[in-house]
């Protein structure tokens, strides 16, 4: 009797142990848990490919199957680069060009899953990339989230929202030939308002398709996205960056009932945002360049403080900029323009997976979400910083190589 | 309303007048020549570094800056760059007859922006998309025209060993058609001036209208200018330098990121080298197949040889200088080295080692008052200095303070 209960015991132990044995701790000089906070001397215990604890510096650790301390380390979630055109083939990264909106075209179609960008990526410490279609249609079609596992990118949301551009991204090179007359030939729409009108034919009939009774003018295929778009189920993505294409977005949503949206590659949100704060819209900064020649609009390293102080929900996002600079020298600018360290990690982390509606899985390192890190080897907020090792779902999938000498 | 740009620099910049004195005091002092000193006095009597050291005395009549938790570095030095010229290259491809001083606009927002970001000595020179590109100059950010703006009128000369058409022999072949039509000009013109003069107004006119198109090409080859020649491989560095030893001219190099396998020649030939903007290449490893990543001021520090860095202006971090720097830092670089690389080795490279890129007594008074160490990421220039006088102060910058909100030094 006494030994049948010293065996499910030993068994319950067992299982247990299997279920929850640590597979990695990382020990750090301060972790930041991607939602703005951080903590000093924590550890980060990962099981079973997801954060099962962080502890303070007064709890030791379990013991795991590998145990990393490197000194003056700091640990991050994993970087969430919310837009991005990697892996897209040449041509890819351009729109079917049948139509000025082809909501039925989904990215990942295009994406080639070894293409070495993804490396690279991963190597800069983002772990989870946003591909999305091209910014020559008005609606271009479906975005989509993967893993930068090495070898191969892993799809994780397969159709991740709805890509729609205002602005000149769809005029470009649609005016007619050599400046002569506009002919059956030329592409449309030409002009800003053309754009947003295309926009809203189509959101309007999505709306309508979401009616009992309505006969769709238009491919069944164009109809569905629309009307998941209207429906809720699939956020609808804007690029829009200039204050009048802000508001256009958050005019266009309102009228045609559209209930989940964001707005990426914004310069000018901070001239909208007292309108993107009553509309609780999500912001992806764009490229935060402080350059350029029109230096009182284009997108300044101040802007993540100011919107932050004004509780705009926002991101940093490095767009399809590929100027040389990474996810992180955008937190850098941000953290150099005024914003606190915590949050301009967050916002290429947390925040960033929030705009995405990726939080519920990835983005910060609390308890249950997937263990996708990175450590670094003194504050990333420092430009001298260096990824000295990256894991994601707990695998450990990349090491620098001064680091690897001194692994435990 | 939007003020023209020009006056928002001239409104604190004026003509860039004579030298004068200043002191700075209590400073944390990065002297980029030593080691940094904790807490320091520097005067500047002149225009130049007078005395450094702690509880200096001054006349009263010398303006102070109190530089207190704050750090004082010698200002930036940009070996190398295309910006402030409407365009980098003439559309044809030899052309040492050009010159910058014809194409710099001193209203550029890059000069503003150098102001702003304390890059005080700047070789601006013809872009690499060419065979001989044309003559450069040495400038400071600080002038109404190119003439007030120059520290070195014409110290340099670009070459380029890549090729903007057709292969690297046809490039090779016109490098050196260019040379041996300067040595024979030079030949020419030295054995005329021992002859009288023609007699012929009309032949001595033609004389005159030539040597103006080529004196640039004379000048190299008499040593008086100096060759910047742009390598992206590693043959390039092997070509040029056989070039430059075989026609007898002075040159630096300007290195992309793919030459680092010529690095032992490099480290031979003891000269600083200047590293373009993109410092780093991914190569694939053909066994493999896994891309491999070459840091090349790593690569030139570890054989010891001496290199700048320079800045690219369209990019969020790469414009900054700081950034460069502390981006070598991040390649496992020293910090000392590092820094010298954006000051005194950037300043010896462009041949004003003895005046710029340090703070040394009896060098120019070109130095920064920044609010940060240059390296955290969190530094702005609080203060620049040229030549003992304040150019830049971040509280009146408009910029700054009305566009970022970022003129109070709390941020």
Known sequence: MRFRIVAVVATLCAVLVAQGAPELVIKARRLHVGDGTTIEGASLVIAGGKVSAVLGKDVAPPSAAETIELADAVVTPGLVEAESRVGMLRGDA????????????????????????????????????????????????????????????????????????????????????????????????TTRMGVI?????????????????????????????????????????????????????????TEAGIPKYRIGGTIESLLAVEDLKAAKVPVLLGPLFNVGNAPEKGGAISDPRRLDQAGVVFALSRGTDDSGSTLLDLARAAHRGGLDAGRAVAAVTGFAARVCGLDGRLGTLAVGKDADFCVWSTDPMSPTSRLLVAGIGGRIVWRDSSASAKKE | ???????????????????????????????????????????????????????????????????????????????????????????????????????????????????????????????????????????????????????????????????????????????????????????????????????????????????????????????????????????????????????????????????????????????PVIVSPEMETEETDPDTGKPVRRELPAILHAKGVPFALTARPTSLGQRYLWYQAASVVRMGVPRDVALRA?????????????????????????????????LSGRSWVDVGVIEGKVVYERRTDRRMVEVLGLGDGKN
């Open chain 1, 94 to 189: 351009d729109n079917e060009e049948g139509r000025e909106t082809t909501p039925w075209v989904r990215a990942l179609d295009g994406v080639d899953r070894a293409h070495p960008g993804f490396a690279s990526l991963l190597r800069s410490g983002v772990t989870t990339v946003v591909v999305l279609p091209g910014d020559r249609n008005v609606i271009g079609g479906v975005s989509c989230a993967l893993k930068t596992t090495p070898d191969a990118a892993t799809p994780i949301v397969d159709e991740l929202a709805l890509h729609a551009v205002i602005g000149r991204g769809p005029t470009a090179r649609n005016s007619a030939f050599r400046g002569g007359e506009p002919t059956m030939f030329t592409r449309r729409p």
């Open chain 1, 197 to 253: 009108a295309e926009l809203r034919r189509a959101f309007l009939e999505a709306a309508g398709r979401n009616q009992p009774g309505w006969q769709a003018l238009y491919p069944e295929r164009e109809g569905l996205a629309l009307a998941r778009a209207g429906r809720g189920e699939l956020p609808v993505a804007f690029v829009a960056q200039e204050a009048a294409e802000i508001l256009a977005a958050i005019r266009l949503c």
């Open chain 2, 1 to 271: 309303m939007r003020i023209p740009r020009p006056f928002i620099a001239f409104a604190f910049l004026a003509a860039f007048v004579s030298a004068q004195d200043l002191l700075v005091r209590n400073a944390r002092l990065v002297p980029v020549a030593g080691p940094d000193v904790a807490k320091t006095d520097v005067l500047i009597r002149d225009g130049r570094i007078a005395a450094i050291g702690e509880g200096l005395k001054a006349d009263l009549s010398i303006p102070v800056i109190d530089a207190a938790g704050r750090t004082v570095m010698p200002a930036y030095v940009l070996a190398g760059t295309t910006e402030g010229l409407d365009r980098a290259n003439e559309n044809m491809e030899i052309t040492p007859y050009v010159s910058v001083l014809d194409a710099i606009d001193p209203t550029r927002p890059f000069f503003d922006d150098s102001v702003r970001d304390g890059v005080y000595t700047i070789h601006v020179m013809p872009g690499s998309r060419t065979v001989i590109g044309g003559a450069g100059r040495v400038i400071r950010p600080v002038g109404r025209v190119v003439e007030d703006m120059t520290i070195v009128p014409d110290p340099s000369v670009t070459f380029s060993m890549v090729p903007p058409q057709g292969n690297r022999a046809t490039q090779m072949a016109k490098l050196r058609g260019a040379l041996d039509d300067a040595k024979r000009y030079l030949e020419n013109k030295e054995a005329a001036a021992d002859t009288r003069p023609s007699g012929s107004v009309k032949l001595d006119l033609e004389r005159l209208a030539i040597e103006r198109r080529r004196e640039t090409m004379a000048r190299l080859l008499k040593k008086q200018m100096t060759a910047f020649t742009y390598c992206s491989e590693p043959g390039d560095v092997v070509r040029a330098l056989a070039l430059a030893k075989e026609y007898g001219y002075q040159q630096r190099l300007v290195l992309g990121p793919g030459t680092w396998k010529a690095v032992d020649l490099l480290a031979a030939e003891k000269q």
């Open chain 2, 342 to 374: 954006v000051t005194l080795t950037a300043a010896e490279s462009i041949g004003l080692g003895k005046t710029k890129g340090s703070i040394e007594t009896g060098k120019d008074g070109d130095l920064l008052v920044l609010s940060d160490d240059p």
